[in-house]
Each structure stands twice: as structure tokens, then as C-alpha cells.
Antibody, heavy 119, light 107 residues
Framework: EVQLVESGGGLVQPGGSLRLSCPASGFIFSSHWMTWVRQAPGKGLEWVAN????????YYVESVKGRFTISRDNVKNSLYLQMNSLRAEDTAIYYC????????????WGQGTLVSVSS | DIQMTQSPSSVSASVGDTVTITCRAS??????LAWYQQKPGKAPKLLVY???RLQSGVPSRFSGSGSGTDFTLTITSLQPEDFATYYC?????????FGPGTKVDIK
């Protein structure tokens, strides 16, 4: 059974930092592109960042470029999102997900971790 | 960036109805489109990928069609468990983008 368990969310002041983690199991982690998607309270889904299998290629939504860093550890089967210079508009549930074998969509999701940025 | 739009933004329907949701991409994405269902407090669930392929385990009352810029998700014989919000997502190029969602609620 595929499992993704996001953690690391919480309440942080504007300008602060958080590091999200997503240990994965039940699939060959090192074979999959991985993604972070977020959802602000009451809003739609927003793709945040992507990383390829060996971590050599990363992609970000414009609004987080220079502030967020996606990374992975294929030995620990874990995905990470380092979030710096957090803003109120980063408040959201953050989900990690592997790319499907068939393309850039997501057939497995974690339960998400809530990041709240507020003073 | 490829912009995704959906219509309608919400629809009220009854059990047994057929509901059609439209998704439009701002440029040609071939068939690189997926549809998700999301219920309150839950993660999204993949329904359709590659525009028309039904994800394993998804009931056959769901179907997707289209290519290029115009796509549809059709739910025939709506069931009580189908009341949810539906999102399209393009996977043609980065940044990946989602539509704003269509809420299907009970009439």
C-alpha cells in the first residue's frame, strides 16, 4: 500500500521558515518525480514544486521561487520542502504526491500538513 | 504559463442527473489533462487522466473527453457520493496548473 505522511507544518510568523517532510513507502520512490501541491483554506489546488528522480531538476511556481526549495533523499525515501521568508499567502495545506507512471498527475496523495503564516 | 478555466463554477443537480463540466486550456495541451474529485477535508482523488482514461477503481459513470484546448468531464446517473468539487489539471508543461474547480451540490 502506498503511503505518504506529510509533517512539519505549523504556525509561523511572516518571514519565518519551516521544513516539510514526506516519507514515502509502498512504491519505488527513487523512480518517481515528486511534487508538492498546496491548497489555501477554502480555495483551489495549486502546484508548488517538482523534483525529478535524482534531484538534479527542480521546478517551482513563480510565487515561491527563491524562497522554497524542494529536495529528496532516495535512501530515506523522503521528500522535503524548505520554506523560507514565509508570507500570509503561503498559508495552506501542503500535500506531497508522486507522479503517476503515465504522466504528470497524481493518483496517490498524503493527508497533507497545514502551514499557517500569521503574526 | 497555461491557464485553465472551468465552467460552470458550481452546479446544482439531483441524484440520477447527468452533469457535464467543461475545462479549457489557454493553449494546446494535446491530451495532457487530468480530472480530480475532492470532498471537504480530504485529499483530491484522481478520476481521469490523459483526458479520457478512467483511473482504476473509478466508476464507469465518470467519463472524460476532449483534446487540444477543450475538455469535458461527464458524470451520468449522479450518485449521492458524487457531490463534491471537481478540478481539471494540465500536465503539458511547467508550471503545472489546475482549474479553479466546479462544485457539484444537491439541488
Amino acid at each position: 500500500e502506498v503511503q505518504l505522511v506529510e509533517s512539519g507544518g505549523g504556525l509561523v510568523q511572516p518571514g519565518g521558515s519551516l521544513r516539510l517532510s514526506c516519507p514515502a513507502s509502498g512504491f519505488i520512490f527513487s523512480s518517481h518525480w515528486m511534487t508538492w501541491v498546496r491548497q489555501a483554506p477554502g480555495k483551489g489546488l495549486e502546484w508548488v514544486a517538482n523534483i525529478n528522480q535524482d534531484g538534479s531538476d527542480t521546478y517551482y511556481v513563480e510565487s515561491v521561487k527563491g524562497r522554497f526549495t524542494i529536495s529528496r533523499d532516495n535512501v530515506k525515501n523522503s521528500l522535503y520542502l524548505q520554506m523560507n521568508s514565509l508570507r500570509a499567502e503561503d498559508t495552506a495545506i501542503y500535500y506531497c504526491a508522486p507522479w503517476s507512471d503515465s504522466g504528470g498527475w497524481f493518483d496517490t496523495w498524503g493527508q497533507g500538513t497545514l502551514v499557517s503564516v500569521s503574526s | 504559463d497555461i491557464q485553465m478555466t472551468q465552467s460552470p463554477s458550481s452546479v446544482s443537480a439531483s441524484v440520477g442527473d447527468t452533469v457535464t463540466i467543461t475545462c479549457r486550456a489557454s493553449q494546446d495541451i494535446s491530451s495532457w489533462l487530468a480530472w480530480y474529485q475532492q470532498k471537504p477535508g480530504k485529499a483530491p482523488k484522481l478520476l481521469v487522466y490523459l483526458a479520457s482514461r478512467l483511473q482504476s477503481g473509478v466508476p464507469s459513470r465518470f467519463s472524460g473527453s476532449g483534446s487540444g484546448t477543450d475538455f469535458t468531464l461527464t458524470i451520468t446517473s449522479l450518485q449521492p457520493e458524487d457531490f463534491a468539487t471537481y478540478y481539471c489539471q494540465q500536465a503539458n508543461s511547467f508550471p503545472l496548473t489546475f482549474g479553479p474547480g466546479t462544485k457539484v451540490d444537491i439541488k
